[in-house]
């Protein structure tokens, strides 16, 4: 399609769109939670409960900065302990530049201490006191062999912390820190923004008024994967995995010998069922007359999954830094257990229509195309506001990189295209023009962490370009607690996502409504984020890229599958939440990565989750027939 009809297009209808990025509740019970959600019936109460959230994400992204500080100080403190008398590395130096964060690097040896320090770094008096007093600690610390942490300082308004952390195997000597927690403020500007929508047009077809919903109802949470609690396998069965495959000889004797058919298999990996043996005999069998490297039994369901072997379905940790105590939604949505059928695939591109990456991130190196800056074209679509960086190392952040978080894909490429500008807004023809750009630019999916309750033409149109292209359009909902319908999420060619939090409750800033297809989780999601760190946002936001990155991981498994077969796999293939089926506080449910993995690849499951796949099945079965 010609640009110049879209432009024109887009000059007869400019609607404001802007982030869907809020914060999540406090801690508080999962009652407690719902209840809040039903009497927030005026926008001081709504505030109240908002700011409460905001504590959180602030909180988390405080210990997120605290943590990936230790990391670099524990690298900098060997790297200075192994350096050769006299000649300091320039890793210190090397660090701050990317680093902002780091305005002061100390290296202490006991005896003699080194600072490599920013230039523009200055303290007011007061500052410098504390910070005094707490540089002592952390060389009595280090005297000691101890790391360090201070409190945030200055008092009422924390602007750095103090850390240090000792060299291994080194008495007296390590590295120290004046760390620079500007993040916090970033994020608290960055959420206090995207507390309401930017103001809708006055007049116009798009003048638009705010609705604040209180009929949630209460809603038990429903999940058929507590049922997998049995171990039963079949009796004449068996699965072994030799070192060198059977050659077809040998295969023959073992048909004549076991009474059996032709064995399924996956490379050296075999199943025989036998006409004439228990699983005990041929146990027997093949350990005695095959030398095979593993027998098992070929299980039908798995034993709170933890069967060894072939069958194994223990998910795969990844070793970045913050995964294990941050990354609690991953391991929620069974995406772990999926990276067991796709870790993704560089073919898939995933364009992220936001306020554009982060483009020198460590942990998006590998990850990220050359994009589009729609906001000023021949500029590269660098994130001035840190929302688009968040999203899409949620989507793809490096995995197993010792550094940071995990993204969802090991594989496939980030498409950023900043449509909105450094306020975090932006205009329908921005938007629209983003996604055609992308379409244009080989993205299989897009994912679109903004909207408006404006129902624009032009956006539409270039909606329908996108799918008409067989291009998978994800969007979230909005975070008004609302039942009004949010665009583009609430277009029939979009699958919208709304927000879950770790109970899977709806979040309470989440909107709802029968336009939902799914949910995914959206409280204090730690990723990356601008200048080389790391924060915990929440909002449906943070929700939509969970669910872009199953369709690109759905897409690298089965690369044949239409735009509307992957939205179809996303939605039946879920932890049913709520009321059965699908229904308007919670869609059809929460995605299930390796349910929807394991439907992609096809009727036939992949031979070693053959048995959880006929679980599931017959679960299905009987929770239909009840």
């Not at 608290?188 to 077809?205: A, F, S, T, V």
């Not at 969802?408 to 950023?416: A, E, H, N, S």
């Not at 291009?471 to 996502?497: C, F, H, K, M, Q």
């Not at 709304?498 to 109970?503: C, E, K, L, N, V």
């Amino acid at each position: 399609m010609r640009w110049q009809r879209w432009a024109a297009l887009g000059l007869a209808g400019v609607a404001a769109v802007a982030l869907y990025n809020l914060i999540p509740d406090s801690s508080a019970p999962s009652a407690n939670r719902q209840a809040e959600i039903k009497t927030v019936k005026n926008p001081a109460e709504e505030h109240k409960l908002k700011q409460m959230m905001l504590k959180r994400d602030m909180t988390a992204t405080e210990r997120l900065a605290r943590l990936d500080a230790k990391r670099h100080l524990r690298l900098l403190a060997d790297k200075f302990a192994a350096a050769q008398p006299g000649k300091l590395p320039t890793d210190a130096g090397d660090l701050q530049k990317d680093h902002k964060q780091f305005p002061s690097l100390r290296w202490y040896t006991g005896k003699q201490e080194r600072e490599f320090r920013a230039e523009k770094f200055r303290l007011e008096a007061a500052e410098q006191k504390q910070l005094d007093t707490y540089l002592g600690f952390a060389r009595n610390a280090l005297r000691k062999g101890n790391s360090y942490e201070s409190p945030g300082f200055p008092q009422g308004n924390p602007k750095y912390v103090v850390a240090a952390e000792p060299a291994q195997g080194k008495n007296q000597q390590g590295m120290i820190a004046v760390l620079d927690m500007g993040i916090l403020s970033r994020v608290q500007d960055h959420q206090h923004k995207n507390l309401r929508l930017i103001p809708y047009p006055k007049e116009g077809k798009y003048k638009i008024e705010s609705v604040h919903a209180d009929t949630l109802q209460d809603i038990t949470v429903k999940t058929g994967h507590d049922n997998e609690k049995a171990s039963h396998y079949y009796e004449n069965e068996i699965v072994v995995t030799f070192g060198k495959a059977p050659s077809a000889a040998d295969m023959k004797k073992i048909e004549r010998d076991l009474r059996c058919k032709p064995a399924q298999n996956i490379g050296n990996t075999y199943i025989f069922r036998s006409e004439s043996m228990d699983m005990k005999q041929l146990t027997t069998y093949f350990k005695k007359h095959w030398k095979p490297n593993h027998v098992e039994p070929h299980y039908l369901y798995m034993t709170n999954e933890n069967v060894t072997g072939l069958g194994d379905e223990n998910p795969e940790i990844p070793n970045d830094l913050l995964f294990s105590e941050y990354q609690w939604n991953l391991p929620i949505i069974e995406t772990n257990r999926g990276w067991k059928l796709s870790k993704g695939s560089n073919d898939v591109i995933v364009g992220v229509v936001d306020t554009g990456v982060d483009l020198k991130h460590p942990d998006l190196q590998g990850r990220l195309l050359k994009g589009y800056n729609v906001v000023s074209p021949g500029d590269d679509p660098v994130d001035d506001v840190g929302h688009g960086t968040h999203v899409a190392g949620i989507i793809s952040a490096n995995v197993n990189n010792n550094e940071g978080i995990a993204g969802m894909m090991w594989g496939g490429k980030i498409l950023p295209v900043k449509a909105l500008d450094k306020t975090g807004s932006g205009t329908t023809y921005s938007v629209a023009q983003g996604i055609i750009w992308a379409t244009d630019h080989g993205a299989k999916v897009i994912n679109m962490s903004l909207g408006n309750y404006a129902d624009a033409q032009f956006l539409h149109e270039a909606i329908k370009y996108a799918f008409d292209r067989d291009v998978v359009l994800i969007a979230a909902t909005g975070n008004d607690n609302t039942e009004r319908p949010g665009y583009p999420a609430a277009y029939p060619e979009v699958l919208s996502v709304s927000a879950t939090d770790y109970h899977l409750q709806r979040a309470s800033f989440s909107n709802y409504g029968d336009y939902v297809d799914v949910m995914a989780p959206g409280e204090s999601i730690a990723s990356t984020y601008p200048d080389n760190q790391y924060a915990a946002l929440s909002g449906t936001s943070m929700a939509s890229p969970h669910v872009s990155a199953l369709a690109a991981l759905i897409r690298s498994v089965n690369p044949k599958l239409k735009n509307t077969e992957v939205m179809d796999i996303i939605r039946k293939n879920v932890i049913d939440l709520g009321d059965p089926g699908h229904d308007k506080y919670f869609g059809y449910g929460q995605i299930d990565v390796f349910s929807a993995l394991e439907s992609a690849q096809g009727n036939s499951a992949p031979l070693q989750f053959w048995p959880q796949s006929m679980q599931r099945k017959m679960n299905k079965i009987l929770n239909d027939a009840m």
